[in-house]
């Protein structure tokens, strides 16, 4: 079992800059690759990026390229999102997951935090 625990959500100003962390525990997280998601009230969990366990190659959704950077210190067992250039549409819950394969499939990931709310205002 992996457990995971997100922080950093807040609510910001558009233009604005968040960092999530997301902190893992229990089994070995070195071997894990790790993403985050986001889920809009009424909408789909959708993905945002992920990260291969070895820290090299990542993905990114095209509404994150060039505005958030993931980044994963496996010394701290800790993943973190560094979120810049928030607009309204970033308004979500950010959930970390880890899971074997880095790909964009939600139902690849075995383990899910709790999730972190995001709120940008206009």
């Known amino acids: 079992q992996v457990q995971l625990v997100e922080s950093g959500g807040g609510l910001v100003q558009a233009g604005g800059s968040l960092r999530l962390s997301c902190a893992a525990s229990?089994?070995?997280?070195?071997?894990?690759?790790m993403g985050w998601f986001r889920q809009a009230p009424g909408k789909e969990r959708e993905f945002v990026a992920a990260?291969?366990?070895?820290?090299?190659?990542?993905l990114y959704a095209d509404s994150a390229k060039g505005r958030f950077t993931f980044s994963r210190d496996n010394a701290k067992n800790t993943v973190y999102l560094q979120m810049n250039s928030l607009k309204p549409e970033d308004t979500a819950v950010y959930y970390c997951?880890?899971?074997?394969?880095?790909?964009?499939?939600?139902?690849?990931?075995?383990?899910w935090g709790q999730g972190t709310q995001v709120t940008v205002s206009s």
């Open positions: 997951a880890a899971g074997v394969v880095m790909v964009p499939d939600k139902g690849a990931y075995n383990y």
């Open positions: 229990g089994r070995t997280f070195n071997g894990y690759s």
């Open positions: 990260m291969r366990w070895n820290g090299i190659g990542t």
